[in-house]
């Protein structure tokens, strides 16, 4: 039982690698085989063919020369033909006597050869083991006609192909074999083992190294498997960015909640602790409720917002009257602080959205610029299409944001100054909702200071959202 269990474990079938290597290698032998076997089938077909213009044109020469020595120097031409042009033989048949004038005797094979191919019709070529025949041309000298063929000696690459082609079947197969195994093992490895990576890297990540990230020598690949790995990387980004945030967010939520769960607690005490005197304590106690109240309120607002699952309730609105009702709402609190609020907003803006979530949006960040604005100062509000992007504008003259803090307003909790948050009353989520309430629009919100002081922050929405 245990040897089929070593055995079952070391079956390369039960790997990638080992199924690709051998379904490469396989898939060569089996080409190189079928190679084989269909070229010898045509190998009789390869020995005899028509002849080339190289061939010809020996031929031709040869016969100019020979018709030109006459038959008193015809030997002396043959050798000189012979020994001037590499050949292997140089043949006469004489068509009258049957005879084969050459300088140096063919073998008995090659004579076989030279006779045979004298009765062709028309010139060709024929393979033999080491050499090539070619001829025969039909040549007069002094009234006497003759069939002229040539013999080329084959080079040594030609016979070491030559007598490859003639080894057995089996050590043709056994040497195509080794000779595609180093090339289908690299094949298959290069694709092996980046695809072994990133299964390695996803079992890191499933047991919670979200830190973990594929290597960069398989990111860095120019294919398919180059982009998943980066798409790994890409998703094991946010998980990590939103497990962290989730993170921070629930201890930021227990941290906002501790300190109002003491104050309602020490409160609580004092009206025991002194009952003909708990009215203060009482009022205390109320308003640190509706603080926990609200805090819950934004908390369970936000989680509504990064659910993306949850689709908006959209619906045509008509963004200058939204406005312009925020405004009106929030002119009591401009009034305390006598805060001039600046108007600028464009008449009939129409647009295709959440209307809740939008009046929130618009709502926190203009009761942040009158949170955070001194007495007797100014606050305009712009509401305005530019190109395919409507912008909400609110600028204050307050004291503004250090350059470095700018993009962190508006994460959850983030406060610049908690002394003064307090003050304010403030729960550090206005903004945090107002950003995602923007993005589940597809725009986008941005803050930057103002010279000599203040803090401007614009939201912008796409016009493209009137056609969803």
């Keep these: ?28 032998l089996v080409v ?12 009789d077909f390869n020995k005899v063919k028509p002849l080339d213009g190289y061939q010809e044109h020996h031929l031709l020469l040869a016969k100019k020369k020979l018709e030109k020595a006459g038959l008193e120097k015809l030997t002396y031409a043959l050798r000189r033909i012979q020994k001037e042009g590499k050949l292997k033989w140089v ?4 068509l009258e006597t049957g005879e084969l004038l050459s ?6 094979l090659a004579l076989k050869e ?20 070619a001829g025969p041309v039909d040549i007069n000298i002094e009234n006497t006609h003759f069939k002229l063929m040539l013999a080329y000696k084959l080079s040594p690459r030609a016979d070491f192909y030559r007598a490859l082609w003639h080894s057995p079947e089996w050590l043709k197969f056994l040497i195509a074999g080794l000779l595609t195994i180093l090339p289908c093992w690299l094949i298959a490895r290069s694709i092996s083992k980046p695809i072994h990576k990133l299964n390695r890297s996803t079992h890191i990540l499933a047991e919670g190294n ?5 290597e960069e020598n398989v990111v860095n690949r120019h294919d398919e498997i180059g982009k998943l790995a980066n798409d790994f990387n890409e998703m094991a980004n946010k998980l990590e960015s939103n497990l962290e945030l989730h993170k921070r967010l629930l201890g930021d939520v227990s941290h906002e909640l501790r300190t109002p769960l003491t104050r309602l607690e020490l409160s609580l005490a004092m009206a025991m602790k002194d009952p003909a005197n708990s009215k203060n304590q009482l009022v205390r106690i109320e308003a640190e409720l509706h603080k926990l109240d609200e805090m819950i309120s934004s908390v369970l607002r936000l989680a509504r917002l990064e659910n993306e699952d949850i689709q908006l309730e959209k619906t045509e609105i008509n963004l200058s009257i939204l406005v312009k009702d925020i405004i009106q709402s929030a002119q009591v609190e401009c009034d305390a602080k006598n ?13 295709l959205g959440d209307a809740l979530l939008l009046n929130s949006a618009f709502e926190n960040i203009l009761r942040n610029a009158i949170k955070f ?60 909702i107002a950003n995602k309430a923007v993005l589940r629009h597809c725009g986008r919100i941005e803050a930057h200071n103002k010279e000599p002081k203040g803090l401007q922050v614009n939201i912008y929405l796409p016009m493209i959202q009137l056609a969803n």
């Design 339 to 351: 805060i001039q609020l600046k108007t600028n907003i464009a008449p009939n803006i129409e647009y």
């Design 373 to 432: 604005s001194e007495t007797n100062s100014e606050i305009e509000v712009k509401l305005k299409i530019r190109d395919d992007e409507i912008i909400y504008a609110v600028c204050d003259n307050g004291p503004g944001v250090n350059s470095d803090e700018l993009n962190k307003i508006f994460m959850p909790f983030y406060r610049v100054n908690k002394a003064r948050d307090r003050k304010t009353g403030g729960t550090g989520l206005g903004l945090t």
């Design 114 to 133: 030279f006779k045979q191919l004298a009765f062709e019709p028309k010139p060709l070529q024929v393979r033999l083991d080491d050499f090539l025949i």
């Design 210 to 214: 979200l830190s973990h990230r594929v």
């Design 91 to 94: 043949v006469l048949k004489n």
């Design 103 to 108: 300088h140096r005797k063919p073998r008995h």
């Design 32 to 43: 190189v085989a079928v190679t084989i076997f269909i070229n010898q089938q045509l190998n």
């Design 1 to 28: 039982m245990k040897l089929l269990l070593i055995i079952k474990k070391l079956n390369p079938l039960n790997s990638l690698f080992g199924r690709i290597f051998l379904g490469f290698w396989g898939t060569v």
